[in-house]
């Protein structure tokens, strides 16, 4: 008796024991915020290196068992919070974090950035699971992280630490040069932001066209700026670039050259449509070509070898160099030469005809081709009459007066298929809507092709020579040659050569039909066959015709 009334008593006094330390743990977090950087510490040593959580103790002996209430240990000298500095970490990556999770229960902490070169920086907060790691998206943090030195604070609700500090690597550092335009061996001044005097950089001068690339300048004080010597580095044209402990970027084009040609653009300011002559000099009458490139910013956007007969014209819309400044170089053994023009969009003209609305047939004598402009419609026009299912082009030329009609039946066309109409003027370009341009001839009802198999949850394109006038319905059935009582349908399509069936809209709808021989659709059409199949097992094999063969 008297050992049972001992161990009760031991235990009672336990109970207000941990009683008094789940009060004296919870104190400091009542009501209070947690000062980032000092965490808050544990009096009470007793835990040792217990993770910081809420805990119950549980106490067992022989003849009995006891469970305290809730309380809560947390970090004496704050959480160790990592993060992974063996991978570059770029400002659209991920910062890989590890830290110390709390144990018994399911928090969410906030994770702070902090730039060390700017601590007055403010960057969103991002909660996060408390699961001990994660990637964090630098973009949380919000739009425009620069590159720079950083670190990382978790805050929990039982402690917090900061991490290592780590670098977020720009993709691309801005770069400045003194000169764009150079002769062979001078010297230009490299300028780039941001930079971080205690690192190094790299300094390389990359050819535009081979992509060859020479090594200018090898770990130099990363302070902003460089003066380089461009030494024996050819002709042509070339991009700078600086690469650092904190990101990398190229400067826009730097031309050199070993003496100045004299090259003009005639004229400097064009609309895409407008031709525009590339004009040069001198000319060594012994080299049949020279290259031309066009340059866009820091991009290449056309190259080509041309006679070296002193000028050249292109249109820039027909080689798909849209509105914008450029710079135009051409390349000789003589020296290297670049001018400057100005490219701006078309004036849009309003193709209104010929439109959807209207079938039109190969044996057309007028189609009708009109366009208006927010302009003055003069000089000449440009029509061409596009398949674009084919890629083919009819093409025409006209007075730009608005107005044009073609004859299809001098054309040649063989088949059914969509057409549009482009026109251009001088000054502006339209395009008119997708239209039908029909083969005439018997009707045909035919899938894509005779030999494949469609799924059943798929699409069956059907097309037709139309026999009906412009604007009338034709009605489409579809059955089993085997199972004619197997037919689904009818389904109503305008006259148009051309329909669509969602095959997975029939299941279900089958509807027996019974037919009379001699006037059916199936008597006076030759209907090539076609197999439907599950979406896993489409066959390839054709059924022969067996009706109106």
């Known amino acids: ?116 070169y700017s601590p007055s920086s403010v960057f969103k907060n991002v909660t996060i699971p408390d699961s001990g790691m994660a990637e964090i998206s630098v973009s949380q943090f919000g739009s425009t992280i620069a590159s720079g030195e950083y670190s990382l604070t978790i805050v929990t609700p039982l402690g917090a630490g900061i991490s290592n500090t780590f670098l977020i690597l720009s993709q691309y550092i801005d770069v400045t040069l003194s000169n764009y335009s150079v002769h062979i061996g001078k010297n230009i001044s490299v300028y780039w932001r941001p930079f971080e005097c205690n690192e190094t950089a790299n300094i390389y001068v990359r050819d535009m066209n081979s992509e060859a690339s020479y090594h200018v300048a090898k770990n130099i004080s990363d302070k902003g700026y460089y003066n380089i010597s461009l030494g024996t580095i050819a002709a042509g044209a070339y991009k700078v670039e600086v690469v650092s402990s904190i990101g990398s970027g190229s400067s826009r084009i730097l031309y050199i ?104 047939k190969n044996t057309t004598t007028s189609l009708p081709v009109q366009w208006s402009s927010s302009g003055v419609l003069s000089g000449k026009a440009s029509i061409k009459l596009i398949d674009v299912i084919s890629g083919y082009t009819y093409n025409f030329t006209a007075v730009n007066n608005g107005f044009l009609t073609i004859d299809l039946s001098t054309l040649g066309i ?92 029939l299941m279900g709808s089958k509807t027996p039909k019974t037919y009379q021989t001699g006037e059916s659709i199936f008597e006076r059409a030759k209907i090539p066959q076609y197999i439907v199949s599950s979406p896993d097992r489409v066959s390839k094999k054709a059924l022969k015709p067996s009706i109106g063969a």
Do not use: C
């Not at 330390?21 to 808050?40: D, E, M, Q, R, Y």
């Not at 012994?286 to 080509?304: C, G, N, R």
């Not at 799924?455 to 604007?471: K, M, Q, R």
């Not at 004619?484 to 095959?503: E, K, M, R, W």
């Open 414 to 505: 063989l088949n059914t298929s969509h057409y549009k109409v482009v026109v251009t003027s001088t000054t502006g370009k339209g395009s008119s809507q997708e239209f039908s341009i029909l083969a005439a001839g018997n009707i045909v009802e035919t899938s894509a092709s005779d030999t494949v198999g469609v799924s059943n949850v798929g699409t069956l394109n059907i097309t037709w020579v139309p026999v009906e006038p412009p604007g009338q319905n034709i009605t489409i059935w579809i059955f089993q040659p085997d199972f004619p009582s197997i037919v689904y349908g009818p389904f109503s399509f305008p006259d148009s050569g051309l329909a669509t069936i969602n095959l997975s809209d």
């Open 257 to 360: 050259s070993k003496a100045s040609l004299n090259v003009t653009a005639i004229p400097s300011n064009v609309y895409a449509v407008q031709k525009i002559f590339i004009v040069w000099k001198p000319i060594d009458r012994l080299q049949k070509t020279v290259e031309l490139s066009i340059y866009k910013a820091s991009s290449l956007e056309f190259k080509v070898s041309v006679p070296n007969i002193g000028i050249y014209s292109f249109i820039p819309d027909e080689i798909n160099i849209e509105a914008g400044e450029y710079t135009s170089m051409i390349t000789s053994k003589l020296g290297v030469g670049i001018t400057s023009f100005s490219v701006y969009s078309p004036i849009v003209l309003n193709v209104t005809e010929p439109n959807a609305s209207v079938v039109y």
């Open 1 to 116: 008796m008297l050992g049972k009334t001992t161990f009760f008593l031991k235990l009672l006094f336990l109970f207000f024991f941990l009683d008094g330390l789940n009060a004296a743990l919870a104190k400091p977090f009542s009501g209070a915020k947690l000062n980032v950087g000092n965490s808050i510490k544990n009096r009470n040593k007793i835990f040792g290196n217990v993770l910081p959580g809420i805990y119950i103790l549980n106490i067992t002996s022989s003849i009995s068992s006891g469970v305290s209430s809730q309380f809560t240990i947390y970090s004496e000298t704050g959480i160790d919070v990592n993060v992974d500095t063996s991978i570059s970490i770029e400002n659209t990556g991920s910062i890989p974090v590890t830290w110390t999770p709390s144990a018994g229960a399911i928090f969410n902490v906030v994770a702070i950035l902090s730039s060390i």
